[in-house]
T-cell receptor, first 118, second 113 residues
Framework: NAGVTQTPKFQVLKTGQSMTLQCAQD?????MSWYRQDPGMGLRLIHY???????DQGEVPNGYNVSRSTTEDFPLRLLSAAPSQTSVYFC?????????????????FGNGTRLTVT | QKEVEQDPGPLSVPEGAIVSLNCTYS??????FMWYRQYSRKGPELLMY????GNKEDGRFTAQVDKSSKYISLFIRDSQPSDSATYLC?????????????FGTGTKLQVIP
């Protein structure tokens, strides 16, 4: 089982460039999400999706777009990169957000994309 | 003030020691409490989760919740070098799904052989 796969592992962008961080899961999970992890800030939710065609904003959505056309994929787009977006980005998925405790369904994280914006 | 506070460490202990990792929180609505382990350059993975107050044990790991003090702990017995990682606490309320989980900043643990 591949689990949650993120590509690329590393990326360097110049200010103003755009890019897409890819995330795919093969566990048929309804819930998918994107976090950024910064020193002293912990994991902060950027966007999330509770199913194909449904997305919503998290705590820090500005500067990021998402879409969910299939159950498996949840790409994160940076339209115009800024140095403040330098971070480690994690994609995570779960069986069901509404019944996660009942089904003991933890968040499964990918191994992250390390992004530097200069 | 952050909703969840966690000492970043680093915490260095000798192999075999008992480790205590802690988080405090301010939101009294939190009812589900989780501990994640994150190895260097990897994503977090769930270690344990508990509901409400009390203790939960799984092998060498014990999670403890004291809702009256708004304080949660993770104890690791007979610590091993393979336990060296960053440990994140996380919590959410009864009606919250994963989109409402609040994470601590993590405590870095090093177990020295």
């Amino acid at each position: 089982n591949a689990g949650v796969t993120q590509t690329p592992k590393f990326q360097v962008l110049k200010t103003g460039q755009s890019m897409t961080l890819q995330c795919a899961q093969d566990m048929n999970h309804e819930y998918m999400s994107w976090y950024r992890q910064d020193p002293g800030m912990g994991l902060r939710l950027i966007h999330y999706s509770v199913g194909a065609g449904i997305t919503d904003q998290g705590e820090v959505p500005n500067g990021y777009n998402v879409s969910r056309s299939t159950t498996e994929d949840f790409p994160l787009r940076l339209l115009s990169a800024a140095p403040s977006q330098t971070s480690v980005y994690f994609c995570a998925s779960s069986y069901s957000t509404s019944r996660w405790a009942e089904y003991n369904s933890p968040l499964h994280f990918g191994n992250g994309t390390r992004l530097t914006v200069t | 003030q952050k909703e969840v506070e966690q000492d970043p460490g680093p915490l260095s202990v000798p192999e075999g020691a008992i480790v205590s990792l802690n988080c405090t929180y301010s939101n009294s609505a939190f009812q589900y409490f989780m501990w994640y382990r994150q190895y260097s350059r990897k994503g977090p993975e769930l270690l344990m989760y508990t509901y409400s107050s009390g203790n939960k044990e799984d092998g060498r790991f014990t999670a403890q919740v004291d809702k009256s003090s708004k304080y949660i702990s993770l104890f690791i017995r007979d610590s091993q070098p393979s336990d060296s990682a960053t440990y994140l606490c996380a919590m959410t309320g009864r009606t919250g799904g994963y989109q409402k989980v609040t994470f601590g900043t993590g405590t870095k643990l090093q177990v020295i052989p």
